[in-house]
């Protein structure tokens, strides 16, 4: 049955990137088999959890791992695991705060984004540090108190320039016997990602499955230390609570299992080649007068895969491209600053890339037309 046709739902290419809002990215044969096989048996849940848990992090050099149903999932597990500190009674009580509860969540100022809310759902508060130009040492080293749960970091390049370092983030807070959570949802590639940030120290680090991974939507990770890991199991989803919101299904959680191994075997040579050249067949069929064509070697949080900018110098072009695109069923990146549209060339397989090709030059010919 394919409803998208039966119910007359639009099919979209999306030559943007790993955005939710589009579906996220895609999932390969392998992936889907093995969660139809998932779905074909009944489990425990919880042995399920351990044993995956266990190979997931066996397959990337972590101590542990647990399966969510998503980033945002996993950093409001996280924060209820650091806010409960093993005790069952206060994890029962969130987001209530009972006497004894840690319910600060350290946060620097330049690090905050639309995921604060998947903290503050576990009853979190988050106190900031920092300002917009910088954050010193001594602006972590004098929050901590009784009250500190954890500090949570996020890997993103775009909230790295007045942060500290996140070696320097998990010394200090280690000192002060303070667990550190790394969001690193869309950090990859590198693959060594998936081990950097638990290598350097951090206690639980999530990531998103639904993106570079390309797991189901609806599925996410938690590596870190045995310690965490194990609370994430005793008291997160499915158990009831705070984050009985979180529970992800045995078909998704084989489904990234899946998806992990492919992506941590895959050959990550080939494939960095294989996006360069489709960054590098776009960029010289537009490198002609009137299109500025850039190659930028990263993507939007810097990871490490190449995008192409394209600009056509006239007042509002690239606004006009991106909406005629999208009336084509093609999702293109917009950056009004530089005036200029830009495409990822990680969510197209060949077909698409021909397609959004021959329709972008069309777009951008008649923009350049009206010169
Ligand atoms: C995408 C993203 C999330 C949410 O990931 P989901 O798997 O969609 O829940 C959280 N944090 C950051 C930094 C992200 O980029």
Known sequence: MDIFEELNISRYINAHDTYTVYGGSRMTDETIESMRMASASFVD?????????CAAAKLTHNEAAYFTNGAAGGLTTAAAICMAKGSEYRFARLPQIVPGTASE???????????????????????????????????????????TAAVFYYASMKYSQAALPLRDVIRIAHSHGIPVVVDAAAQLPPVENLWKFTDMGADMVIFSGGKTLCGPQDSGLIFGKMKYIEDCIRF????????????TSREAMAGLYSALKQYVEMNHRENAHRLDEIVKIFANSFRQCGVD?????????????????????????????AKTMREKHIYVGLDLDQNAIYLSPLNLNEAEQKTVLHELKAVVEEELCDM
């Open 45 to 53: 849940m919880q042995e399920l959890q351990q044993k995956l848990g």
């Open 105 to 147: 969540i350290i946060q620097i100022h330049c690090q905050h984004n639309a995921y604060d809310k998947a903290v503050e759902a576990a009853g979190a508060r988050i106190i900031e540090i920092g300002d917009a130009d910088e954050t010193l040492e001594f602006d972590l080293e004098g929050v901590f108190s009784e009250r």
């Open 236 to 247: 997160g989803a499915p158990v009831h609570g705070v984050c009985r919101g979180c529970k």
């Open 293 to 321: 064509t850039r190659i930028v070697p990263y993507g939007p949080v810097g990871q490490k895969y190449p995008r192409l900018f394209l600009s056509v110098k006239k007042q509002g072009a690239a606004q006009r491209i």
